[in-house]
């Protein structure tokens, strides 16, 4: 249930969409690697595919300028390299072919993706892509594997901190349906922008495999996403009018706690809400395990005030945020052993002035703006009691001020009756901070669509 600002200010109860970030445990490289929460990027200026290869690809994200109406169907927010938890940012591709799954939200009768070299410090060339509705692993469905073209080209160069988008390509794409996008990296790339809490399998090959139906060759396996950052459709019977929806936030809005593979990230069952109702609409995940509002991370993204602009508003057709950002800046608050380095001491005003930062930002692109109280984390592995006392004061003002536009109160949703501090148990995934997947869809079910 969401309730209006002016409702919110007469009752003093808000419901609350918590995209509180919890402190993720860190699967080091190294013996000792820290726990800690999601995070995101920043937004830095896209630019279109260059040489031959950029045609098309200048255009804004929605395509205005040719009349072409893209929605976003799915989404996800790029990183910078990191080796915190294993993955093949760092190292790169090298005559690899990388296969990619991920479940749209709505559909269309044509379908292009985005890629991002956001974080390349060199130009990155993609010698090949093909899209195909996916099968079992890293198999795909027979007959369905398409080639897409930049530019009336079937390879792309993606500038240093750019990124690109692929021509339309005809394809019937349906609500909740899963495609693969496979990339050819002839290479070497450097360093790989990536999103590395895909809460997806992704599949590697050596050699050119991106027309392959099977997932013989595909041997290698990663849990990260690389370079794909968002699958936009138009046309078709769902209704574009309505707008998107972006879940903004850190690790409970990227889903971290919930079961690989299998979709359950709160905003996947906010999809699943709208696709039962008959009308699909884009839900678009923009969460960073670790992100904080108000300091920026070498490995969990710039902080969510300065990536908002990209993240958000750079998507197409975008009509409300659920914003879920806080926990991180709370749990890490003057610890002397954050990945970074030393955290610095944040306090309710900072949160509260970053929040608001956000919804001058939102209301400026004309985006409804819809704050999430931070959930419980009672018991996580940096909670505090004086942690504590900043997390109520912040959600007292989230339910209270009335300076979003609509509250989700997510804090009493998933809280325990008997300890309003902690997680309730079955909403909890083990680590006191993250929701399991009834907890996810919990959060999903205490959104009142109609004010979306």
């Known amino acids: ?96 072919t990388v296969r990619q799954v991920v479940r749209v939200s709505t559909g269309g009768t044509k379908a292009r993706i985005e890629l991002s070299n956001r974080y390349g410090r060199t130009p990155l060339k993609v010698t090949g892509a093909t899209i195909a509705r996916a099968g079992k692993g890293a198999s795909v469905q027979d007959g369905s594997v398409r080639d897409l073209l930049f530019g009336g080209h ?13 021509d339309g390509l005809p394809m ?11 990339l050819y990296l002839a290479g070497p790339t450097g360093p790989a922008t990536f999103h590395q809490t895909a809460l997806a399998t992704t599949y590697r090959a050596k050699g050119d495999h991106r027309s392959d139906t099977g997932a013989a060759a595909f041997t290698e396996k990663s849990e990260s996403w690389y370079y794909l950052t968002g699958v936009e459709v138009s046309g078709g019977k769902d209704d574009a009018r309505r707008k998107a929806v972006v879940a903004f936030g850190d690790s409970i809005t990227d889903g971290y706690g919930s079961t690989t593979g299998a979709n359950r990230r709160y905003p996947d069952a906010l999809a699943e809400r709208f696709a039962a109702t008959g009308r699909p609409r884009g839900v678009l995940n923009q969460g960073i395990g670790g992100n904080r509002i108000t300091a920026n991370s070498s490995w969990a993204g710039e902080k969510g005030v300065a990536r908002f602009r990209h993240d958000v508003l750079g998507e197409p057709n975008v009509g409300s945020v659920i914003v879920l950002e806080g926990i991180n800046d709370i749990g890490a608050s003057a610890s002397p052993n ?56 912040l959600n007292a003002w989230i339910r209270t001020s009335g300076e979003y536009d609509e509250v989700v109160d997510l804090d009493r949703a998933l809280s325990d009756p008997s300890d309003h501090d902690r997680l309730a148990p079955a909403y909890d995934s083990g680590d006191h901070l993250h929701p399991s997947d009834a907890g996810y869809r919990a959060m999903a079910e205490a959104v009142d669509l109609d004010e979306l």
């Open 1 to 96: 249930m969401i309730m209006s600002g002016t409702k919110a200010r007469r009752s003093g109860v808000a419901l609350f969409a918590a995209a509180a970030l919890v402190t993720l445990p860190v699967f080091g490289t190294e013996p000792g690697a820290a726990a800690v929460a999601a995070s995101a990027p920043a937004p830095t200026a896209g630019a279109a595919g260059v040489g031959e290869d950029a045609g098309k690809n200048s255009a804004s994200p929605g395509d205005r300028s040719s009349g072409q109406r893209w929605r976003g169907a799915w989404a996800t927010s790029p990183q910078a390299p990191h080796a915190l938890m294993p993955n093949w940012s760092v190292a790169g591709f090298t005559d690899h």
């Open 172 to 182: 019937k794409v349906r609500a909740l349906e899963s495609l693969t996008v496979t």
């Open 338 to 393: 954050w990945p970074d380095g030393s955290a610095p001491d944040v306090s309710v005003a900072q949160l509260i002035q970053g929040h608001r930062s956000l919804i001058r930002q939102a209301h400026a692109a004309g985006v409804k703006a819809i704050g999430a109280t931070v959930t419980p984390f009672k018991g996580a592995a940096y909670y505090s009691e004086r942690g504590e006392t900043k997390r109520d004061a």
């Open 154 to 166: 079937r390879s792309v160069t993606v500038p240093a901190g750019g990124e690109v988008r692929s």
